[in-house]
């Protein structure tokens, strides 16, 4: 069975500085990865994807991701973060046509900004 | 993107009495929405998918016959919560999918803002 991890329930970064979200996964073939961002109040947001080729995956919003086979993981990051970027990040990952029949999300990142 | 709404956006109920849920696709037509369910501080779980005109397949685990769900059109499902309790307290989301939708062509899937559901 697929599954997700997301370790860090909790991130709070500086307003300009970098971010990284970490996520590994847990599936038997090439798996179809996703980030999402949810803010309150508001569905779910795709911010990227990943299905095939380049492993370093571009987004909105300037995010970025690099698919890892090697360490089982796609983490998220972001060169210098907004006050607007505070939200819930879901790592997922799925199965069925391209991946999106069958999302297995993580727990969630809470992502807070600081001044 | 695709804009998918979720009705209501919060509901108080008393233990024993029934709850529905309306998911609609506002800008584009849906054969396939799917229902989670997420608890605090907790991911977001997959209970059924729906394709229109058909029955919903449920995840295992899922009562059936305690969420009702119904996707009678091609902008429109519901989840109805039967004899809801407390422990049916939960934050309820739908999505909405359409092939050729999605940002790279396929199906992805659209989320609703989500119900927040208490039971007394």
């Known amino acids: 069975a697929q599954s997700v991890t997301q370790p860090d329930i909790h991130i709070t970064v500086s307003e300009g500085a970098s971010l990284e979200l970490r996520c590994n996964y847990s599936?038997?073939?090439?798996?179809?990865l996703f980030w999402y961002v949810q803010s309150p109040g508001q569905g779910l947001q795709l911010l990227l994807k990943?299905?095939?080729?380049?492993?370093l995956v571009q987004g909105i919003k300037g995010f970025e991701a690099e698919f890892k086979r090697s360490q089982s993981s796609f983490n998220l990051r972001k060169p210098s973060v907004h006050w607007s970027d505070a939200a819930e990040y879901f790592c997922?990952?799925?199965?069925?046509?391209?991946?999106?029949?069958?999302?297995?999300f993580g727990t969630g990142t809470r992502l807070t900004i600081i001044p | 993107g695709a804009v998918v709404s979720q009705h209501p956006s919060r509901v108080i109920c008393k233990s024993g009495t029934s709850v529905k849920i309306e998911c609609r696709s506002l800008?584009?037509?849906?054969?396939?929405m799917f229902w989670y369910r997420q608890f605090p501080k907790q991911s977001l779980m997959l209970m059924a998918t729906?394709?229109?005109?058909?029955?919903?397949?449920?995840e295992q685990g899922v009562e059936k016959d305690k969420f009702l769900i119904n996707h009678a059109s091609l902008t429109l499902s519901t989840l109805t919560v039967t004899s809801a309790h407390p422990e049916d307290s939960s934050f309820y989301i739908c999505?909405?999918?359409?092939f050729g939708r999605g940002a790279h062509g396929d199906n992805e899937q659209f989320f609703g803002p989500g119900t927040r559901l208490t039971v007394l």
């Open positions: 599936y038997g073939a090439t798996p179809y």
């Open positions: 997922a990952v799925g199965a069925g046509n391209f991946g999106n029949e069958k999302l297995t």
């Open positions: 729906s394709n229109e005109g058909s029955k919903a397949t449920y």
């Open positions: 990943y299905f095939s080729g380049d492993t």
């Open positions: 999505s909405a999918s359409w």
């Open positions: 800008d584009f037509q849906a054969t396939t």
